[in-house]
Nanobody
Framework: VQLQASGGGLVQAGGSLRLSCAIS????????MAWYRQAPGKQRELVAS???????NYADSVKARFTISRDNAKNTQYLQMNSLEPEDTAVYYC??????????????????WGQGTLVTVSS
């Protein structure tokens, strides 16, 4: 199973970006999906999450500005980021709990991480 994040880049404050995370492999089911971020010198933090049923959760710092969504048919999750601020500058990582076939009798459920995509917001 692989998570491939894309969509990062340089944007001015007030601008928007949309991150994508495509999941590939012998997938049986994708449970919770999430985006985390890590700014220089800081710990990784949860930005937003979405359950398989579509229930969402956001960090207070991004509420009303960011929207997490998922397309189950495409095994992809998205993070729409609006009204970006310099404080949003970080490497963004996608995360998902994926049940996959590994050759055993039953699927295995594991938490996977994408490689990270850099978002830089200039003031």
């Amino acid at each position: 199973v692989q998570l491939q994040a894309s969509g990062g880049g340089l944007v001015q404050a007030g601008g928007s970006l949309r991150l994508s995370c495509a999941i590939s492999g012998s997938i049986v089911n994708i449970n919770d999906m999430a985006w985390y971020r890590q700014a220089p010198g800081k710990q990784r933090e949860l930005v937003a999450s979405i359950t398989s049923g579509g229930r969402t959760n956001y960090a207070d710092s991004v509420k009303a500005r960011f929207t997490i969504s998922r397309d189950n048919a495409k095994n992809t999750q998205y993070l729409q980021m609006n009204s970006l601020e310099p404080e949003d500058t970080a490497v963004y990582y996608c995360n998902a709990v994926v049940a996959y076939n590994y050759g055993g009798m039953w699927p295995r459920s594991v938490e996977f991480w994408g490689q990270g995509t850099l978002v830089t917001v200039s003031s």
